[in-house]
């Protein structure tokens, strides 16, 4: 396919999700709508394990693999089969009963699924029954490749075109959305699938994050376990699954009569360069993403209409990302309302920015901003309008931000725009 000088317009015309909340996006929306949480309590065996809440998705059974054969399936690791039951909800929402050859070659639609810990769960599990039983799987090693998910959608689904696994914490599902999104833009593919999937509840692998005090230290309350810009927060809530959309060329979705949900109106990504795990003290990594998404989208600080924060519930996070976007956007950032829907889902990993691009299209779709829950006591630091407790009902969102930001450095926004 040749590329064109002139970058194209890229638009959103189907989504999918799972997570602890729900089975799909509307399932999601709806559970945060009514203020229920996905996560509870869990135990570990090892008493070492402080944490104590978590989202796991607990009814993830055959009903929702059957539309996909078994010689697919059977090698892939969750978080893969997860990014399998997503893409069908973002094709079947984006083209029905439409066979994908009758809108695009093969060769012009492609996947950018991405992961933070891909299959390790998955590999960890099969290396502990090869210690203890000198044999596993034949299929051990594809299990453990973080692009399996990739792999398995463009298989089910004769993608041939542009293909990668962005690797990148949690800023991953964000990143491989803006990934996909410059591959239409610049010609190289007509329609892309994007977005992320996680499944990390193996015990050594919960155990190596929780040692390095990085999960939420309470152990009664739901309310303090995942308060994003709350005095008393102290880690985020891990919690599984994947969420995918479908990114198209605007003019081949204006030629078909597809439902445009939005479209993408920038994208940055920039690292801190600074620690494998705390973001850097001067900000600036997170400043220039928020910056060049506004003049990449020609949207002025005044024009944001919402912002779904990064908000993971951590002391370093929370209040670094505050202090960010008023650097960024300056006296404008206190009249935009923000949150953290984090405080429902808990932090989905590689899925979370892909997710949190999806409440996005929704908020415009329905005009409500999520509230940011569980935020009873600010700390005083983090003094922006995060939208505390109460969603907010027929608002006007023309525009929004999403911002992911990730361990090693990364931080990454997509800006999306309402399309009449």
Same mark, same amino acid.
């Given at each position: 396919?040749?590329?064109?000088?002139?970058?194209?317009?890229?638009?959103?015309?189907?989504?999918?999700?799972?997570?602890?909340?729900?089975?799909?996006?509307?399932?999601?929306?709806?559970?945060?709508?009514d203020y229920q949480v996905g996560?509870?309590?869990?135990?570990?065996?090892?008493?070492?394990?402080?944490?104590?809440?978590?989202?796991?998705?607990?009814?993830?059974?055959?009903?929702?693999?059957?539309?996909?054969?078994?010689?697919?399936?059977?090698?892939?690791?969750?978080?893969?089969?997860?990014?399998?039951?997503?893409?069908?909800?973002?094709?079947?929402?984006?083209?029905?009963?439409?066979?994908?050859?009758?809108?695009?070659?093969?060769?012009?639609?492609?996947?950018?699924?991405?992961?933070?810990?891909?299959?390790?769960?998955?590999?960890?599990?099969?290396?502990?029954?090869?210690?203890?039983?000198?044999?596993?799987?034949?299929?051990?090693?594809?299990?453990?490749?973080?692009?399996?998910?990739?792999?398995?959608?463009?298989?089910?689904?004769?993608?041939?075109?542009?293909?990668?696994?962005?690797?990148? !914490?949690? *800023?991953?599902g964000t990143i491989a959305i $803006? /990934?996909?999104?410059?591959?239409?833009?610049?010609?190289? &593919?007509?329609? %892309?699938?994007?977005?992320?999937?996680?499944?990390?509840?193996?015990?050594?692998?919960?155990?190596?994050?929780?040692?390095?005090?990085?999960?939420?230290?309470?152990?009664?309350?739901?309310?303090?376990?995942?308060?994003?810009?709350?005095?008393?927060?102290?880690?985020?809530?891990?919690?599984?699954?994947?969420?995918?959309?479908?990114?198209?060329?605007?003019?081949? !979705?204006? *030629?078909?009569?597809?439902?445009?949900? $939005? /479209?993408?109106?920038?994208?940055?990504?920039?690292?801190? &360069?600074?620690? %494998?795990?705390?973001?850097?003290?001067?900000?600036?990594?997170?400043?220039?993403?928020?910056?060049?998404?506004?003049?990449?989208?020609?949207?002025?600080?005044?024009?944001?209409?919402?912002?779904?924060?990064?908000?993971?519930?951590?002391?370093?996070?929370?209040?670094?990302?505050?202090?960010?976007?008023?650097?960024?956007?300056?006296?404008?950032?206190?009249?935009?309302?923000?949150?953290?829907?984090?405080?429902?889902? $808990?932090?989905?990993?590689?899925?979370?920015?892909?997710?949190?691009?999806?409440?996005?299209?929704?908020?415009?779709?329905q005009g409500t901003v999520p509230?940011?829950?569980?935020?009873?006591?600010?700390?005083?630091?983090?003094?922006?309008?995060?939208?505390?407790?109460?969603?907010?009902?027929?608002?006007?969102?023309?525009?929004?931000?999403?911002?992911?930001?990730?361990?090693?450095?990364?931080?990454?926004?997509?800006?999306?725009?309402?399309?009449?």
């Amino acid at each position: 396919m040749s590329t064109s000088a002139a970058p194209r317009r890229v638009v959103v015309t189907g989504y999918g999700a799972i997570c602890s909340l729900g089975q799909n996006v509307n399932a999601i929306w709806d559970a945060m709508m009514d203020y229920q949480v996905g996560y509870r309590q869990h135990s570990f065996d090892d008493p070492t394990i402080h944490a104590r809440y978590f989202g796991f998705i607990e009814d993830f059974g055959r009903e929702l693999m059957r539309p996909f054969p078994k010689k697919i399936s059977k090698m892939l690791p969750l978080f893969a089969k997860y990014s399998l039951v997503a893409a069908h909800e973002a094709l079947s929402m984006a083209y029905g009963d439409t066979p994908l050859d009758e809108v695009v070659s093969p060769f012009d639609r492609g996947v950018m699924l991405g992961t933070g810990w891909g299959g390790l769960d998955t590999a960890n599990g099969n290396n502990n029954e090869y210690r203890a039983h000198g044999i596993s799987t034949s299929f051990a090693t594809v299990m453990s490749m973080c692009n399996a998910a990739t792999a398995g959608v463009t298989m089910h689904w004769n993608m041939r075109g542009v293909q990668n696994s962005p690797v990148a !914490a949690c *800023a991953t599902g964000t990143i491989a959305i $803006g /990934e996909a999104y410059e591959a239409i833009r610049s010609g190289r &593919a007509r329609m %892309m699938l994007a977005g992320g999937s996680e499944s990390l509840k193996e015990q050594f692998n919960v155990w190596s994050i929780d040692v390095i005090q990085a999960l939420s230290k309470e152990q009664d309350n739901p309310r303090l376990a995942c308060c994003p810009f709350s005095k008393g927060r102290s880690g985020f809530v891990l919690s599984e699954g994947a969420a995918v959309l479908c990114l198209e060329d605007y003019e081949l !979705a204006q *030629a078909r009569g597809a439902t445009i949900l $939005g /479209e993408v109106t920038g994208y940055a990504n920039y690292s801190d &360069a600074y620690d %494998m795990t705390a973001p850097a003290e001067d900000l600036l990594a997170r400043v220039q993403v928020i910056e060049a998404l506004c003049r990449q989208s020609g949207t002025p600080a005044t024009a944001i209409d919402y912002i779904n924060l990064h908000g993971t519930s951590t002391p370093l996070n929370d209040v670094n990302e505050a202090r960010s976007i008023k650097l960024a956007l300056g006296d404008a950032a206190y009249a935009i309302p923000m949150s953290s829907t984090k405080s429902y889902t $808990g932090h989905l990993i590689g899925a979370a920015g892909a997710m949190e691009t999806i409440f996005c299209l929704k908020a415009m779709a329905q005009g409500t901003v999520p509230a940011t829950v569980h935020l009873d006591e600010p700390d005083p630091d983090c003094d922006l309008n995060f939208v505390p407790n109460q969603h907010l009902h027929a608002q006007r969102l023309n525009n929004t931000l999403n911002l992911s930001f990730g361990f090693g450095g990364a931080n990454a926004g997509i800006m999306l725009r309402k399309v009449d």
